[in-house]
């Protein structure tokens, strides 16, 4: 009943910015939290970032400081503002959206990023 639509992955030099978006539409009452997870390559997939419907953000230590999650209630989009890119932030980033008074969790089709020189 929910779609997420990611965008905004590339291929970025370290040191470089880049800024995530995941778009939600469907039925929606209420969204309960929005977050990233990554996933490189032959590791598991893991949380990056989340932010609650109260706006309480959680960050993977390794992305403290140089990652912010934010989101637009209007648009039901979340974003992730990328800074200080390193080349182990390669992977592939998933939206992940929690709705719904029983909640249930709905996935984006991921975006690449790939930080290289």
């Known amino acids: 009943q929910v779609q997420l639509v990611e965008s905004g992955g590339g291929l970025v030099q370290p040191g470089g910015s880049l800024r995530l978006s995941c778009a939600a539409s469907g039925s929606i009452v209420r969204i309960n939290a929005m977050g990233w997870y990554r996933q490189a390559a032959g590791n598991q997939r893991e949380l990056v970032a989340v932010i609650t419907s109260s706006d309480i953000t959680n960050y993977a230590n390794s992305v403290k400081g140089r990652f912010t999650i934010s989101r637009d209630n209007a648009k039901n989009t979340v974003y992730l503002q990328m800074n200080s890119l390193k080349p182990e932030d390669t992977a592939v980033y998933y939206c992940?959206?929690?709705?719904?008074?029983?909640?249930?969790?709905?996935w984006g089709q991921g975006t690449q990023v790939t930080v290289s020189s």
């Open positions: 992940n959206v929690v709705v719904g008074t029983w909640p249930q969790a709905y």
